[in-house]
């Protein structure tokens, strides 16, 4: 790479990182609080901070609820030094997500010498797509995406040069570090293994996988003895909630369809690369850890897949991919070169581009954009809660995110992604309500859809069945339903025998309470209607 070369690279990365400044600011909305979901690891992260450990409450036994590892050890580790949750949770996905940009670009220009325009259009599809929508909620999505770009861009390196001690060990490193920002990172990692050993042969690849199974049989070992001791079990709590042994063939459906909507524009190139010799080998390498593993979320049921966020790692990947292809597939078919075209099919072919490059990114910019997030009563009376927080009180919720980080309660999650002996015991039962006795019960619920049910939303309905009628039984006062509509509600059950009891179901009976969904002021189906909801559901 020239001199000239170089400069321009750095040029363009400077754009791309202002691009993604001006884009973020002006697109998207950060003043909203955290996503429901991104607020669990949050709780995890703040405990160990304060030093209580990996716990969902504080002096109770660890509990593995927060998978994404690394990303909730840095999140606290920048808390302990004085940087907010909130702040820290933010500051680490915008820049994992600029880095990933980056990394994208950089990664087309040195492995492939891909022209400027076409790497750059690559590193804006990916600087437009969801990434900034995560880190407008607060998930830790794009700290997972840029370890496994980073993991495929060594494994790139290898496949393409050759192994060598520095190669092996840096792509062993950055894949150890991805299975440590969450679980399946081992699987996505494991998958690039078999890409190299496939694309360069058993006998060229010694290094690669001495370093990889060393370091995975060794640290990665020595991190799941302890792990084991720590937590009780060997997978995190959440794998035993919403996997169990079983397969889940909707959630395998929706993982190719969020990896179609993430990739559609490069996706057509996989197939192309199919097509000759020269490049079917490659081509199937390339589609092992794509293809494997979307089909990987066969085991889990899709519930808190925000946005598509269990796939979006695969997005930097594919646009890593797809350059050796279209070369071989030129190569094959003998397209003609620049030199020989005249300048109206030069303008053709530069209008085309163009045309193309402006599809691509407005058709990511749509899919990036997400669905627009509202402000949600859930942090408002999380905060009236938190008023409290020194009186000792327990809440129990389907609502494990906004409600327990900040009215910072003894919360236990009634649906088990929190609780180890709910995800161990298929699911809550009374005598398991009455042994926490808890002060405040909250629950989701929606009416039974006209079609069939899954299984996971009967089995959720009979866990809103358990909440309901237990409050019913236990003096509990029906404080709230809050929705839009008597058909999807939040349930705020009060116990009446405490000192607080009373003021705290006032207070919220008359909340301006804002439904998520829409922002709108949700009407209170206790007092403002004289009707209850019906038997509820959940979302699937």
Not at 210 to 217: A, E, H, S
Not at 371 to 379: E, F, L, P, S, T
Request: overall charge positive; aromatic content about 16%; proline content about 4%.
């Amino acid at each position: 790479m020239t001199d000239r070369s170089r400069a321009i690279d750095i040029a363009v990365s400077m754009f791309l990182v202002l691009f993604v400044l001006l884009f973020a600011f002006r697109l998207f909305d950060f003043s909203i609080k955290p996503f429901e979901d991104a607020a669990i690891l949050m709780r995890y992260a703040d405990h160990l901070a304060q030093g209580h450990g990996i716990v969902w409450n504080i002096g109770e036994a660890p509990v593995d609820g927060a998978t994404d590892f690394l990303f909730m050890v840095l999140i606290a580790g920048l808390a302990k030094i004085g940087v907010s949750v909130e702040s820290a949770v933010r500051y680490t996905g915008f820049l994992s997500h600029i880095l990933t940009v980056l990394v994208v670009y950089c990664g087309l220009r040195s492995l492939y010498r891909t022209r400027i325009w076409l790497a750059l259009v690559c590193a804006l599809y990916c600087a437009v797509g969801p990434g900034l929508y995560y880190v407008a909620a607060y998930f830790g999505t794009p700290f997972f995406a840029l370890f496994a770009s980073v993991t495929w861009y060594v494994a790139l390196m290898i496949i393409r040069d050759g192994e060598t001690h520095p190669k092996a060990a840096l792509f062993a490193t950055a894949s150890l570090l991805t299975a440590l920002v969450r679980p399946e990172g081992v699987i996505l990692s494991g998958l690039m293994l078999v890409a190299i050993v496939y694309v360069r042969g058993l006998k060229k690849s010694p290094l690669a996988i001495g370093y990889y199974l060393g370091l995975f049989g060794i640290a990665g070992g020595a991190y799941f003895i302890w792990r084991w001791r720590y937590f009780g079990y060997p997978l995190p709590n959440a794998f035993y909630k919403k996997g169990g042994g079983h397969f889940y063939f909707d959630s395998l459906k929706r993982s190719y369809l969020n990896l179609i909507k993430l990739c559609l524009p490069f996706l057509p190139l996989f197939i192309a690369g199919l097509y000759t010799r020269r490049t079917r080998r490659l081509t199937v390498a390339f589609a092992l850890p794509i293809i494997g593993f979307a089909s990987a979320f066969v085991l889990l049921s899709n519930e808190m897949n925000f946005g598509a966020r269990f796939q979006y790692a695969l997005m930097p990947i594919v646009l890593l991919s797809w350059p050796p292809l279209l070369a071989g597939i030129k190569e094959d078919i003998r397209l003609p070169v620049w030199p020989e075209l005249n300048w109206r099919k030069r303008f053709m072919i530069v209008a085309l581009g163009v045309a193309l490059a402006l599809g691509v990114l407005g058709f990511q910019n749509r899919v990036g954009r997400g669905g627009k997030r509202y402000h949600d009563g859930r942090y408002d009376v999380a905060m009236m809660l938190a008023e409290y927080r020194d009186q000792n009180y327990t809440i129990a919720t389907t609502e494990s995110g906004l409600l327990p980080f900040y009215s910072r309660w003894r919360a236990f999650d009634t649906w088990g992604l929190n609780d180890q002996w709910i995800a161990h015991h298929d699911g809550i039962t009374s005598q398991y309500l009455e042994s926490r006795n808890p002060h405040l019960i909250v629950f989701h619920a929606r009416s039974a859809p006209l079609n069939q049910p899954s299984s996971r939303t009967i089995e959720w309905n009979d866990m809103i069945d358990t909440l309901r009628d237990y409050a019913q039984h236990n003096d509990y006062v029906l404080a709230a339903v809050f929705g839009d509509s008597p058909h999807d509600t939040h349930s705020y059950f009060v116990r009446l025998d405490f000192a607080d009891s009373q003021e705290i179901a006032e207070r919220i009976r008359t909340f301006d309470y804002s439904w998520y969904k829409s922002g709108h002021r949700a009407v209170n189906w206790v007092q403002d209607q004289p009707r209850s909801p019906n038997r509820s559901i959940s979302e699937d």
